[in-house]
Every structure is written in C-alpha cells, then in structure tokens.
C-alpha cells in the first residue's frame, strides 16, 4: 500500500476486499469505527458478504474490555476479546477456519453427509416398500382363507330361517347330485375348491373332476352351494334330483318343479320364476307363495337350470319328473 494514492489505493482496497475470506477488525475505541475509512471498508466488506456469497461469519472484530457489538444496520457482529486468555489461539482458529483448504473440507463434510442422508432416506424407502408388499402378501392371502373358510361355512351350516326344526335332513327322494359338466380352464382350482367343500382327499377330487359327472350328492341346500362353490372356481356345474336316471326315453318327459320352501328371499324366486316362464307378475306371486308345483318344462336342462337358480337364491326346490323312462 506504501506510496499509493488516489484510484491506485481504491483499486488494491477493494482487490483486497473481494477476494478475502474473512475481515478482522481490530478496535481499542468504538469511536474509531465510525471514522469515515474504517466504516466505508467494512461497510463494502459487509455488502459483499450479502452479494457475492462470503460466509455468514466472514466478519468480527477484536477488542479489549467492553464488547463492542452495535455496527451499521443495527446488525451484531461476533468477537474476540483480546483479555480473555485463549483470544489469540481463537483469532488463528478464526482466520484458519476461513482458508480455502478448511472452506473445501467443510464443503466435502457437508456433500458426505448429505450422501450417507440420502443413503439412509433410500434404506429407508425400501425397507418401507418390502414392507408395504410385505402387507399386501399377508392381506391378500388372509382374504383368501377367509373365502375359503367361508365357502365351507356356506357348504356346512344350515340356514335356520330356511328350514323348519321338524324337517328331515335328506332322504332319498331329496338328495341331489352335484354334476360337473366341463371343469373349465383351471383344472386344478376346481379340484382344490371340491377338497375344500367336500374334504375329498387329492387323487380321488382329482379323478372325480376328470371323469366328470356326479361328484357330490347331498341335500339340496349343501348341494346348491357346492354348486355355487366350483362354479366360481370356473366349473360349469348343475344340480339334480339323485332320483333321477336319464335314459333315451327320457327325452320326451316333461318336469314339474316342485317348491318345497320359498326360503327368505321371495322377492327373487319370483323373479326367477319369471324369468323361466310367461308368468305375470300376480301369477308368479300367487304360485311361489303356494309352493308346490310350480310349473312344469319339458326341457330337462331347463327344469334343472330353474331349480339351480331357486336354490341358489335360498329356496328349497326339485324335479319331479312326469314319466315316461325309468325311475330308480
């Protein structure tokens, strides 16, 4: 700085100013700070802390006795007390911690942490989403056992309200086979859905379905829901009267459909008895709550379709075939 003057000190003052680190100001009188060179210097160096991303602690002043700590804008800056007996080993602390060396370590301490953050927030991301799928596995297979639990429970418990306490489980004449026309495209759900409903052991749910044909026989409830329990498991599947024998002759009998109880959903069989005949509606109601015989087909798959269709809706129904074949 010696023997400059004029621009030639400006330039080298605000050289120095833009590319320092820090500032120190060192002050034995608060007066001297308000000293026209001293406040425009550090004045310029505070601005510069603000435009051109100095630290937030490029700033302090060193004193001796009461802390100095009002400066331009009412801003308060730290300081060293120059009593206090580590104040020299904090002043090369202070300059040291402002090196390029020191701004660069601080810099890759902040870019490892922020990694092993980010590191630790991915670990934790995943372990959420394994247990998240996790979840979903234990719902989804506590869902399917309990279909599975309460498809037995349909095939196993009685409806109360659709049978009377003095009604006899099954006797020949009301037993009713469980046909499988065609297993469909999933073989071996509908062998496990037999196993399930029926208890029948692997090989022998396996060679029933395979062979087709009568593969249960109870009453006609437990056989309307054995029914409904392969047909969801994709099954073409029907119920009839055990009693029947089908023979060529049987091709010209006709059916009467017999219902023996309208179960709780009357509003349905009525539908559903629409829906197989010209009923009217009047008609219909009037014939389903007398039970009995409710019409008669001469198309032996559609009087079993009918009664397929009462059952499932809670009715108790059956053929009773007109005769002109066999008859066990």
């Known amino acids: 700085m010696k023997g400059r003057t004029g621009s030639a000190y400006e330039a080298l003052i605000l050289y120095a100013l833009y590319t320092s680190e820090c500032m120190l100001i060192v002050c034995s009188n608060e007066d001297y700070l308000q000293t026209k060179w001293v406040k425009n210097e550090y004045t310029r160096f505070i601005n510069l802390m603000q435009e051109s991303g100095k630290e937030r602690d490029a700033l302090t002043f060193v004193f001796t006795g009461k802390p100095i700590e009002k400066l331009p804008n009412g801003k308060k800056i730290q300081g060293i007390d120059l009593s206090k007996p580590d104040a020299y080993s904090r002043i090369t602390e202070y300059v040291e911690s402002h090196t390029p060396e020191a701004k660069k370590r601080r810099k890759e301490e902040a870019e490892t942490k922020l990694a092993e953050e980010e590191a630790r927030r991915k670990a934790f991301e995943e372990q959420q989403k394994e247990f998240e799928e996790r979840s979903r596995q234990l719902i989804e297979e506590q869902q399917k056992r309990l279909i599975e639990l309460q498809e037995k429970l349909n095939v196993l418990t009685y409806n109360q309200e659709n049978n009377s306490a003095g009604e006899a489980l099954a006797n020949e004449d009301e037993m009713f086979d469980v046909i499988i026309k065609h297993c469909g495209n999933d073989k071996i759900s509908v062998i496990k859905a037999l196993r399930n409903v ?76 629409r829906n197989f005949t010209n009923f009217g509606l009047a008609e219909a109601k009037k014939i389903v709550e007398q039970g009995g015989v409710i019409c008669s087909i001469e198309d032996k798959y559609k009087a079993n379709m009918l009664v397929d269709e009462l059952c499932r809706a809670g009715a108790r129904a059956r053929i009773k075939p007109v005769y002109h074949g066999t008859r066990n």
Request: glycine residues 10%; contains cysteine.
């Open 198 to 273: 029926t208890g029948l052991g692997l090989a022998e749910a396996k060679k029933a379905v395979e062979s087709g044909g009568a593969v249960f026989s109870a009453n006609q409830t437990i056989a309307a829901n054995v029914c409904q329990v392969l047909r969801n498991a994709g099954a073409d599947v029907i119920i009839r009267s055990k009693g029947y024998v089908e023979t060529d002759i049987d091709q010209g009998n006709t059916y009467d459909v017999v219902l023996d109880n309208i179960g709780l959903n009357k509003i349905t069989v009525i539908k559903i008895l």
